[in-house]
């Protein structure tokens, strides 16, 4: 047992080729500086990461990633902390504040002048930060202060700023200042909260842990104190996202058992489900069918099954069935040609591919009303997945294309009515916005109608 301690200390002493003192020293305090060189860096990442969520590019937000220099401000903060100098802990924050306050700022001047605003995924995957993010934000930071702290260096430091993209929250939440969306705002600034202080915390235990020398003296009380306090701040700033990563999970748990659901009990394609809607709220799921019509019996052994599911045991079963594909099932086709064989004595090969023909037709003019309804289902859940992020009085939508008939006979879709709910009354700005949003995801104009 001994020997087997001996050698993991051997594999994961972190002294043996540990930088000197002053050389730790020296690069944490040129990382932390507000030169000219730094500053200019940070306002051109600004704007490169903003324009890549903007246009949803992960390569360009990775660039901005890589070129940020706050992780060199938050890193001195930590080892201000495990020196024990106060003032220059002080003046790290002051650096710290003033950074992210010019990022935000610069941001939010660079959206409010684009004429893109939809919410890309890249923007609405920084608002809602979970456990996972803190996990990253821990690991992330020892594996940064270890590589700074080496004789070597190495690559570690640009991947650490990848992992834990401090520069994208920043930028979100300008984003949320220009949207007016205070979910984005107070999102994104959370999640750089996670990735600031975990990052802070991690440099200085592994500080702590190389017996970096304090600058001043402290009591044992004192220290324990310091840890305390830094303990409960660590547990506050974890509890939001553990409840995030709850709902996280729970949406995933749905997704993933309705789905089960669905393709265990409509395996056979007829009835075929065209969309599903989940209603936590009223325990309820909607099911859109199409093909034929289910009995009664049906529904009741379907709801029963659904009961099978671990979160949908007490759960309602609601089915909205669309019979318009019997019109145009093969079994009717056949059905007519025979009864046409009996009453007739029977019809010629050119008569019978002619009626195949007229049911061809007729299918294949349904096929496009069918797949119309489809797009607009799928348009009407991603609509109720993004609204309430950036319009927090968003509730509900119910909505569809609008067909028109040209003189040639040629059915188009030229406009989209949605009846939208909101919890409380928009102003002119959120309604106009709110147009454009629509607009922009339906690639329709939209006419709407508020209640």
Request: glycine share 6%; proline share 4%.
């Amino acid at each position: 047992m001994d020997i087997l301690k001996n050698i993991l200390a051997d594999v994961f002493d972190l002294h043996k080729d540990r930088a000197p003192l002053d050389e730790i020293k020296e690069r944490i305090y040129s990382g932390g500086t507000l030169k000219g060189t730094n500053m200019c860096i940070l306002i051109l990442a600004i704007f490169i990461a903003s324009i890549g969520l903007n246009m949803n590019s992960t390569a360009v937000i990775i660039g901005a990633m890589l070129i940020s220099p706050l992780m060199g401000v938050i890193m001195s903060i930590g080892y201000g902390m495990a020196t024990y100098d106060g003032e220059y802990v002080r003046e790290s924050i002051f650096k710290l504040v003033f950074q992210v306050t010019l990022s935000v700022m610069t941001s939010a001047i660079y959206f409010t002048l684009s004429p893109i605003d939809t919410a890309s995924s890249e923007l609405l995957a920084r608002t809602e930060p979970t456990i996972w993010d803190v996990l990253i934000a821990v690991f992330g930071g020892l594996a940064g202060i270890i590589g700074s702290t080496r004789i070597e260096k190495s690559n570690v430091i640009p991947g650490v700023a990848i992992a834990t993209a401090l520069m994208p929250p920043l930028c979100t939440a300008g984003y949320g200042i220009a949207t007016h969306s205070l979910k984005f705002f107070l999102g994104a600034l959370y999640l750089f909260f996670i990735n600031s202080f975990f990052i802070c915390l991690t440099t200085f235990i592994v500080l702590k842990f190389i017996n970096i020398p304090a600058k001043a003296y402290i009591t044992d009380e004192a220290f324990r104190r310091q840890r305390w306090q830094l303990t409960l701040l660590g547990i506050l700033i974890i509890l939001p996202s553990m409840y995030m990563a709850y709902n996280s999970i729970r949406s995933n748990l749905e997704q993933v058992q309705v789905q089960t659901y669905i393709e265990k009990n409509f395996a056979h394609g007829n009835p075929q489900v065209v969309t599903y809607n989940i209603e936590p709220d009223n325990q309820q799921l909607n099911l859109t069918l199409i093909g034929r019509t289910i009995t009664p019996e049906e529904q009741t052994k379907l709801e029963n099954n659904l009961h099978g599911y671990s979160y949908f045991k007490d759960w309602q079963l609601h089915i909205v069935q669309n019979d318009i594909s019997e019109a145009v099932r093969p079994e009717d086709v056949t059905n007519i040609i025979n009864s046409q064989w009996k009453s007739t004595g029977g019809i010629t090969m050119t008569e019978a591919q002619e009626e195949i023909k007229k049911y061809k037709d007729l299918s294949m003019r349904y096929s496009t009303a069918y797949q119309r309804f489809e797009n607009d289902q799928k348009l009407l859940e991603n609509i109720r997945k993004k609204a309430p992020i950036l319009f927090p009085s968003f509730e509900g939508i119910e909505g569809a294309a609008v067909a028109s008939r040209d003189k040639d006979g040629k059915v188009s879709y030229r406009n989209f009515i949605a009846v939208i709910t909101l919890k409380s009354v928009l102003s002119a700005e959120e309604q106009s916005r709110l147009q454009n949003w629509l607009n922009a995801e339906s690639d329709l104009p939209v006419t709407f109608i508020i209640k």
